[in-house]
């Protein structure tokens, strides 16, 4: 089974411009979830969906959105994009219960310049 | 709020040795606790979990048990290996997918 696929892998913006980050989570998985892992540090909590609905917020400003499809993929968006959200971008999919495990995918590896 | 503390890296061991990578937890209400591990230019894997006190979570050799009394969920090896080189998180959930994650702790493994 195809796991967690994210694209594009890499990705250079300028500051000031927009950026659309992409999951298709595994088969079968509703939720899908959004995580910013700046270098050195461990994953921190953007977004989640489940069902096409926004369940939950981490603290990000309003440049950050998202949303789900009807297929349960996701785009994520940043508009005006700084020099401090260059990271690593990581989408996760579960079953949406609270002992399900996260399979999370590689990563868009964004660059802001 | 919740949190997650686990010991600061990078650990360097010898093959064979002992692992020992603490974490303790600061949360409400009754949250799962997972282990997740980062290979180098790969994504993030579930290591092993425990969803409840005293549940013990293991895979590929590691353990961690979940101490409710000590708010605590150290992963333990007894004889790592090269392959083990790899960004160590301790993660936390109490509701839906928000998962809180320490700050990781690197493992290198020496032959």
């Known amino acids: 089974d195809a796991g967690v696929t994210q694209s594009p892998t890499h990705l250079i913006k300028t500051r000031g411009q927009h950026v659309t980050l992409r999951c298709s989570p595994i088969s079968g998985h509703k939720s899908v979830s959004w995580y910013q892992q700046v270098l050195g540090q461990g994953p921190q909590f953007i977004f989640q969906y489940y069902e096409k609905e926004e369940r939950g917020r981490g603290n990000f400003p309003d440049r950050f959105s998202a949303r789900q499809f009807p297929n349960y993929s996701s785009e994520l968006n940043v508009n005006a994009l700084l020099l401090g959200d260059s990271a690593l971008y990581l989408c996760?999919?579960?079953?949406?219960?609270?002992?399900?495990?996260?399979?999370f995918g590689n990563g868009t590896r964004l660059t802001v310049t | 709020g919740d949190s997650v503390t686990q010991m600061e890296g990078p650990v360097t061991l010898s093959e064979e040795a002992c692992l020992t990578i603490n974490c303790t937890y600061t949360a409400t209400g009754y949250p799962s606790l997972f282990w997740y591990v980062q290979y180098p230019g790969e994504g993030l894997q579930l290591l092993l979990k425990?969803?409840?006190?005293?549940d013990k979570g293991s895979n590929k050799g590691f353990e961690a048990t979940y101490r409710k009394e000590t708010t605590s969920f150290h992963l333990e090896k007894g004889s790592v290996q090269v392959s083990d080189s790899a960004v160590y998180f301790c993660a936390l959930r109490t509701s839906y997918d928000k998962v809180i994650f320490g700050p990781g702790t690197s493992l290198s493994v020496i032959p």
């Open positions: 996760a999919s579960s079953l949406g219960d609270r002992n399900s495990p996260l399979h």
């Open positions: 425990a969803t409840k006190a005293d």
